[in-house]
C-alpha cells in the first residue's frame, strides 16, 4: 500500500492465523523512490482492533536479515474481523 513515499505491506506473521495461538502484527516499510527498507520507526505505533476492543501493540523488528520488517506480538482470542491502526510518522 502507497503511503506518500513509502511502500507498506500489513498483515499476519504466521498464517494461516489460529485462535490462542501466538502471533503478530506484520509491518513491512520501504521507500518506494530509493526502494531501500526502512530501519528505524521510532514514532510509528500500532494497534490491533476487534469487537469494539482496541490493544495497542509494541512494535519490534522482526529480526536480523529482515530490514525494514517489523513485528507487534499478538494472541487472537475471538473469531472476526482484526483491523490494524497505525500512527505516528515515518
Known amino acids: 500500500m ?3 513515499k513509502y511502500a507498506l505491506e500489513i498483515g ?3 498464517e494461516p492465523v489460529l485462535l490462542g495461538e501466538a502471533n503478530a502484527i506484520f509491518l513491512s516499510v520501504t ?3 530509493t526502494n531501500k527498507p526502512v530501519e528505524s520507526l521510532p514514532t510509528v505505533q500500532v494497534a490491533v ?3 469494539g476492543q482496541t490493544r495497542q501493540l509494541n512494535l519490534r ?3 536480523e536479515g529482515h530490514p525494514g520488517q517489523y513485528a ?3 494472541i487472537p ?3 472476526g474481523l482484526y483491523t490494524v491502526h497505525l500512527s505516528g510518522s515515518i
Request: hydrophobic share 30%; glycine share 20%; aromatic share 10%.
Open 49 to 51: 482492533s476487534t469487537g
Open 77 to 79: 482470542t475471538v473469531r
Open 72 to 74: 507487534g506480538d499478538f
Open 12 to 14: 499476519w506473521v504466521h
Open 61 to 63: 523488528p522482526l529480526g
Open 2 to 4: 502507497p503511503v506518500g
Open 31 to 33: 521507500n518506494s523512490q
